[in-house]
């Protein structure tokens, strides 16, 4: 397994004003890595560096396997206009295949094949001639996964992606991930979702005020100080909603 990205000591902002100052991680094939943070603490900032948006003020950014179109599926967090965006789900799914078209105004039979193919891999087959906007908001979300599958079969960017959606969704769309990457494919997730980033996730990586926190594996997260105290604080968040519900 490769690299396929390798930050050290990157300061990221915008305008001449740091967001988020001293990152050292690493993605490599085949990972699970999740991004924990609260709002504010440079997530989104990150994001924008991940897709090539914005570069670093300072440090190193190597991306030996995300340079080119294609290398990276994004899954972006849902606006409620894009809820309501009127178009079919299969040619919701066959748009992520647009950056590779270029200036050609068509799709060719190997990209329409392969809408039909990523449609079939997510379940969502027999809601291809449906209108997205009359979906429910896990159906929706199985949707632009298979988008981004469409664009980028190796290395997914997800932004929250179960924001918004009931238990039952959530628990859906993280299993149905999950598979994904133990299929090979490379998950890169921004969560809060200590509890669900904690079982799924391989790696972690915590960004606090402005700065890191934490990287590296899942288990040895656990066992840091900083897994610790965010887990007695997640405890202690589900036990109000316990109490909440009884």
Sequence with gaps: ???????????????????????????????YLC????????????????????????????????????DIGYLPQ???????????????????CLPKCGLRPFYTKQEKQLAETTMSRLGITELATRCYRELSGGQQQRVLLARALCAAQKTLLLDEPVTGLDPKAQLE??????????????IIMVSHDFTAATRYASHILHIGAQHQLF????????????GKMFSLDA???NEGKVSDNG
């Design 235 to 237: 405890g202690t968040q």
């Design 78 to 96: 849902q606006t409620s206009i894009q809820r309501d965006f009127p178009a079919s789900v299969r040619e919701i799914v066959l748009s992520g």
């Design 1 to 31: 397994m490769g690299d396929l990205l390798l930050c050290k000591d990157i300061a990221l902002g915008y305008e001449g004003s740091t967001v988020v100052s001293g990152l050292n991680f690493r993605i490599t094939e085949g990972d």
């Design 173 to 186: 769309l993280y299993e149905l991930i999950s598979e994904l990457n133990k299929s090979g494919i490379t």
């Design 35 to 70: 991004i924990l943070g609260e709002n504010g603490s440079g997530k989104s900032t990150l994001i924008k560096a991940l897709l090539g948006l914005n570069k670093p003020i300072s440090g190193m950014m190597i991306q030996p396997a995300l340079k080119k179109v294609g």
């Design 215 to 226: 990287f590296g594996t899942t288990a040895d997260y656990l066992a840091s100080d900083v």
